[in-house]
């Protein structure tokens, strides 16, 4: 059976509840439903009373459950219910629901998967509970480990739940191919429920970190149930780390169909699966992300951590910075499926790769310093649509997945218990150093002043070509761009002048991606460390032109920008008459971190590159 949407009373009646009175405050299902505790076998089904509950007394404990909690009642079993054996979990989610009036407890867990410890099934029980009962604490938060930790037995199971998702057909939300294709996919819709699913990824708005939080949060949860296995938890990809830059081993070895994790190329690049290839330590550099202080940034500028404030979006520029950086640089550098939104999430490292990512989210939150989540109402109220492990249409807001483990009951295993104010563990601390920190009262970017300086504008101007050699692209600066260019970096503020990669137009991604330089000092090696390293371009999300089915800004430029204001003084003292863009293509890098071949062909093009302030 499959359910609409949005499900409330919709779902009672669907399920054909009988006693759903027209004063039972609606459920919305909108809470991610953990609540936990001893399980019982029963049958998935759905049932509702508006019965006060009075159960007697089990244990020590007597405290009702506050909201968000849950405890368990023992009691007999009765008739209609669906635990034989008696016994029963109780939640108040009146803190936290919408509509539930204080006082009213609601129930749910009921039905429940005896596998998998929790919550399976969304039934309900609203009524009033008469303490006491005995209280236990919910089960404590499932812990998402590095891929390097999980024992044989964890990456056994992990591998048995992908199976088990891929062995479903795509038009199971409760499949490995219909989650792959809520990201995005080129297969074709054929039931007006993939219309409404599929295609939904959130990029280049401050929806992105959110919206890809909830999509792993029921993936995890969907994982978890077909694995069968209670303890199974989404891992992460730790490529911060060093030693940890080469797909895991359990993603390439066996290299055989029985390996469900494995994908053989051209899905993926041959030397990544043969473990030759790495991600490179400028790939992975997340400090330009971790410097920002604003979650979001006005609509057209991408200068914040969270990206700017937009309406929900498929495919948007300009990106945040996490996004730019590292999250859409490591996707198109991995390649294959990887580097296309459009087939990412069918490569299950994408899921690994996503959870590191939302790691992120959680440490540059404790760095504090002023770092906090978007506040306005867009975005804390705005809903995502999900199935559940039930294949249940769910839905979740920003201001349900701020905080891991008191909403969603997740942790990574090297947060800190409570997230404060505790430093990332920083594999790239050399580029954190080099880099100005913004202040904590730092405002939001403001709209873009007119260009100081720009390539030839030209009507005859070409283009300039993304392909695999070296690209420089030459840009004139008056005395007036450079008087003010250095006006504008004389106290060493940040976020005064940009470089922006104007009218950028591509279908595809194909795995490179361009390390982009100002002013290089001649004979100087171009890596990451060299003087004028400014960021990476990566083609990934932003907008492929001519794409339908997606959800994409009306036709208008796509760019990129990078905050130049830290390099502005060095540039000028290699060249005040003119400034130097190099756009350097790169790809996977060797086992000495030494960059290895990219393809020739051109993937895209610039139109035009600006030197901008902001008013
Ligand atoms: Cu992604």
């Known amino acids: ?151 044989p037995t964890q990456i056994a199971s992990l591998r048995h739940g992908i199976q088990v998702m891929m062995s479903r057909p795509a038009t199971d939300p409760t499949s490995f191919r219909f989650q792959a294709n809520i990201h995005g996919t080129y297969d074709a819709m054929t039931t007006p429920q993939e219309m409404q699913s599929w295609n939904n990824c959130e990029h280049g708005s401050y929806y992105f970190a959110s919206w890809h939080r909830m999509f792993l949060y029921f993936f995890d949860r969907i994982l978890r149930a077909a694995s069968g296995d209670p303890n199974l938890v989404l891992p992460y990809w730790n490529w911060t780390d060093p030693a940890q830059r080469t797909l895991p081993l359990a993603f390439r070895q066996p290299a055989d169909a029985s390996n469900p994790l494995y994908i053989a190329p051209p899905g993926r690049p041959a030397a990544l699966d043969a473990g030759t290839a790495s991600l490179g330590a400028g790939t992975v550099d997340y400090s330009a992300a971790f410097a920002s202080t604003a979650f979001d940034s006005p609509g057209g500028s991408g200068a914040s951590f969270g990206g700017q404030i937009a309406t929900p979006m498929q495919f948007n520029g300009p990106h945040g910075d996490l996004e730019s950086q590292p999250h859409d640089v490591v996707h198109v550098a991995l390649g294959g499926l990887m580097s296309d939104p459009d087939t990412a999430a069918q490569d299950p490292i994408f899921w690994l790769h996503h959870a590191n990512i939302d790691r992120m989210w959680n440490r540059w939150l404790a760095q504090g310093g002023g770092r906090s989540d978007a506040t306005d109402t867009a975005w804390l109220n705005t809903r995502f649509t999900f199935y559940d492990e039930a294949g249940h249409a769910v839905y979740l807001t920003g201001a349900e997945v701020e905080h891991t483990v008191g909403q969603l009951n997740y942790r990574y295993d ?44 030209s009507a005859q101007a070409r283009p300039i070509e993304l392909a695999g050699t070296t690209t420089r692209v030459q840009v004139p600066l008056t005395e007036e761009a450079s008087s003010r260019m250095r006006a504008l970096v004389a106290n060493n503020a940040p976020r005064q002048v940009f470089l922006r990669l104007d009218a950028i137009q591509y279908d595809k991604s194909n795995g490179v991606y361009y390390e982009v330089y100002v002013n290089p000092p001649a004979g100087e090696k171009l890596d990451v460390h060299a003087p004028g390293y400014v960021g990476n371009l990566s083609l990934f999300g932003l907008k492929p032109h001519a794409m339908e089915g997606h959800a994409q800004p009306a036709a208008k430029d796509i760019y990129v920008e990078y905050d130049i204001s830290h390099l502005v003084n060095q540039a000028m003292a290699v060249n005040s008459k003119e400034l130097t863009v190099v756009l350097v293509p790169r790809g996977l890098f060797d086992a000495q971190g030494e960059p290895l071949p990219v393809p020739e062909k051109a993937q895209g093009t610039v139109g035009r590159v600006v030197i901008m302030s902001r008013r």
């Open 1 to 151: 059976m499959r359910l609409p949407l949005l499900f409330g009373t919709t779902l009672l009646s669907a399920v054909g509840l009988g006693h759903a009175s027209a004063q039972s405050p609606q459920f919305v299902p909108a809470y991610p439903l953990y609540c936990q505790g001893p399980l019982t076998t029963g049958s998935p089904s759905g049932r509702e009373t508006t019965t006060p509950f009075i159960w007697a007394p089990s244990g020590a404990g007597a405290a009702a459950p506050g909201p968000g909690q849950c405890a368990w009642a023992d009691r007999a079993a009765r008739g209609i219910e669906i635990q034989s054996a008696g016994g029963n979990v109780i939640c108040d989610f009146s803190g936290a629901m919408h509509s539930v009036p204080a006082g009213t407890f609601v129930e749910v867990g009921v039905a429940r998967d005896p596998q998998v410890n929790n919550c399976m099934h969304l039934a309900r029980y609203d009524g009033t509970v008469k303490p006491p009962f005995s209280a236990i604490p919910a089960l404590p938060p499932f812990v998402r480990q590095s891929i390097a930790s999980l024992t």
């Open 414 to 457: 090297d947060d800190p218990l409570t997230l404060h104010r505790v430093p990332f563990p920083i594999a790239t601390r050399d580029f954190i150093e080099a880099r100005p920190v913004a202040a904590a009262t730092e405002a939001p970017a403001a709209e873009a002043a007119p260009a100081l300086a720009e390539s030839a504008a």
